[in-house]
């Protein structure tokens, strides 16, 4: 079970998308799992061929479980493939939960050892799951022999709090964690974007809605950018040590409706062309709100951006996200009264904030950081 | 086509981007992006959704002519016209 994000302890195994017996490529998808933050997907990360899955399908278990067993290209035969009992916990009404604090320690009872009263039905894993998505009580269920997951699913749905609030406990370990660690200081500037604007209406003019261009693509782009030259905003808090990063893994802050936000990476951001960018930015709010994130895309971003899009408000305070050492926020895009070659004239402009970690940077980088950014909007075309 | 038929397919394409929201609850001729609370990522999905859909050409240069619901549903009358 990988660590998808400096909050999460547990993921619960729900989908298994290759065969023992099968083979497998480093980046193949073979595998979701559920956690706070919705279903994610697992890549694999070396080439060789699934020999056995460890877990079983609704198992709860904690972070650093083996999932599968990856016999590499080459390798011998394993003989002996079950050396340890899987630190795994049923998802079963009388299992508890998992020790959070100490998961390499479980000291919870084994799915044998727990009596199971003889008059309550057995739930499948699944139907478990989607009897607590829906709020459903499955003491009140006077089915007999065992509960599938058709059985909840015929009862209807109802308002599902259970997302929401899963989502909302991620939201507050990771800011609390933020706001009590990282000393933040904030800087903020405006930026006059009518050439990033103008830029965006001649690229669309002829251009299929596919393929058009937003301004975000653009923000994402120029602080790619800036941040080569200012890489102490670029890398993970860890362990009382700055690791500072090569490469840019933006992380774009999505608002899921109803349900919160998170801030999953776009890999690589410094290389890729606007158009590349703004692809990837597509496909990833796509799938983000669709609930499927790739593990990499929520442990690895390097920064967080985050905007206020269209409807917003001027201006923006970051939390950073532990252990990311900047936020950068750009509020929502307005005219404005400005200054412009001597004349006071309405200009479309933005205000663009920075929040970052004063044990790694001052505000005197911060704000050279913010001007670079600022200088590479002004010129889009070579963005 | 009719506009009736135009809106119940602007009304499937809005209810896969806002599901939440329902089409009887909305002002019809005021901001479509504040009625259903969509970004202009959303909006773009949707003009690209609707564009595929009824096989029109929506440039960005129109998009004044598509805040509203109403506006949306009368500028695809136009063009499928």
């Known amino acids: ?112 050892a727990s009596p199971r009263p003889a008059d309550r039905p057995r739930v499948t894993p699944a139907a478990r799951r989607l009897a607590a998505q829906q709020g459903i009580d499955l003491a009140t269920l006077s089915t007999q022999g065992t509960i599938s997951l058709s059985d909840i699913a015929a009862l209807g749905t109802k308002p599902k709090p259970a997302p929401m609030s899963d989502m909302r406990a991620a939201i507050s370990a990771a800011m609390s964690r933020s706001k009590r660690e990282i000393p933040h200081y904030y800087l903020s500037h405006l930026i006059d974007l009518e050439a990033a604007d103008a830029f965006v209406k001649t690229t669309n003019a002829d251009r299929e809605p596919q393929d058009r261009l937003l301004l975000g693509a653009l923000y994402a782009k120029a602080v790619a950018k800036a941040l080569k030259k200012y890489p102490e905003f670029n890398g993970n808090f860890i362990d009382d040590t700055f690791q500072q990063s090569d490469a840019v893994h933006l992380g774009l802050a999505i608002n899921i409706r109803n349900v919160g936000l998170v801030a999953p990476a776009l890999f690589d951001a410094e290389n890729q062309p606007l158009d590349d960018l703004m692809s990837a930015m597509r496909d990833l709010v796509e799938r983000v709100r669709g609930g ?12 967080t951006l985050t905007s206020l899009g269209d409807r917003g408000v001027d201006e923006l305070f970051g939390v950073i996200y532990p252990p990311q050492v900047a936020i950068v926020g750009i509020g929502t895009p307005r005219q404005q009264p400005i200054i412009h070659n001597g004349d006071v004239t309405a200009r479309l402009s933005a205000m663009v904030t920075l929040a970052a970690d004063h044990r790694v940077s001052d505000g005197h980088r911060g704000a050279l950081f913010l001007k670079a950014i600022d200088k590479h909007l002004q010129k889009p075309e070579a963005l | 086509m009719s506009d009736q038929d135009i809106a119940s397919a602007v009304g499937e394409e809005l209810y896969r981007i806002a599901p939440d929201i329902d089409l009887e609850d909305i002002v019809r001729d005021a901001d479509l992006q504040e009625e259903f609370d969509i970004d202009s990522m959303d909006f773009l999905n949707l003009v690209t959704a609707l564009g595929k859909r009824f096989q029109i050409d929506m440039p960005e240069a129109d998009y004044d002519e598509m805040r509203s619901f109403d506006a949306l549903v009368e500028y695809i009358s136009d063009k499928t016209a």
């Open chain 1, 292 to 303: 499927r994130f790739r593990a990499r895309e929520l442990s690895d971003a390097t920064i």
């Open chain 1, 1 to 112: 079970m990988p660590s998808l994000g400096a909050d999460m302890e547990a993921g619960t195994l729900i989908e298994k998308l290759v065969h023992p017996g099968d083979p497998v490529k480093r980046g193949d998808i073979i595998a979701a799992v559920e956690t706070q933050k919705g279903a994610i997907e697992i890549e694999v990360f070396e080439d060789g061929v699934l020999q056995e899955w460890l877990v079983d399908l609704g198992t709860k278990v904690p972070v650093g479980v083996p999932l599968a067993m990856i016999k590499a290209e080459g390798e011998a035969e394993t003989a002996d493939l079950s050396p340890e009992p899987p630190k795994a916990i049923v998802a079963d009404e009388d299992m508890i939960v998992v020790d959070y604090q100490t998961p390499t320690k479980p000291v919870l009872p084994t799915p044998a």
